[in-house]
Nanobody, 126 residues
Framework: QVQLVESGGGLVQAGGSLRLSCVVSGRTFSNYAMGWFRQTPGKEREFVAAIGQSGSITYYADSVKGRFTISRDNAKNTVYLQMNSLNAEDTAVYYC???????????????????WGQGTQVTVSS
């Protein structure tokens, strides 16, 4: 069983920054593509960013491109989401997820991910 634990969420003013972390249990972290998603009440879970197994391939939602950066440290079983220039529309619960399938291109669809963390709240005050 793979377990994911997110941290780093909180309250920040518009224009500020946060860095989310997600630690994944197990010895095969480097085999997984990883994704970050977010969700607000009443809305579907939304793709934010994804990263391939080695970290050389990354994808971003248009809404965060140029402001957010996904990265990973395979030695620490950790994936990060650096969020800069935050605005009120970024307020959501953020989830990291594991994709065990060895896709060439990281997935952007939530249903293609196998394991999820519990989420961390990010609130941006305007």
């Amino acid at each position: 069983q793979v377990q994911l634990v997110e941290s780093g969420g909180g309250l920040v003013q518009a224009g500020g920054s946060l860095r989310l972390s997600c630690v994944v249990s197990g010895r095969t972290f480097s085999n997984y593509a990883m994704g970050w998603f977010r969700q607000t009440p009443g809305k579907e879970r939304e793709f934010v960013a994804a990263i391939g197994q080695s970290g050389s391939i990354t994808y971003y939602a248009d809404s965060v491109k140029g402001r957010f950066t996904i990265s990973r440290d395979n030695a620490k079983n950790t994936v990060y989401l650096q969020m800069n220039s935050l605005n009120a529309e970024d307020t959501a619960v953020y989830y990291c997820a594991v994709d065990r399938n060895r896709r060439i291109i990281p997935a952007r669809v939530p249903s293609l991910y196998d394991y999820w963390g519990q989420g961390t709240q990010v609130t941006v005050s305007s």
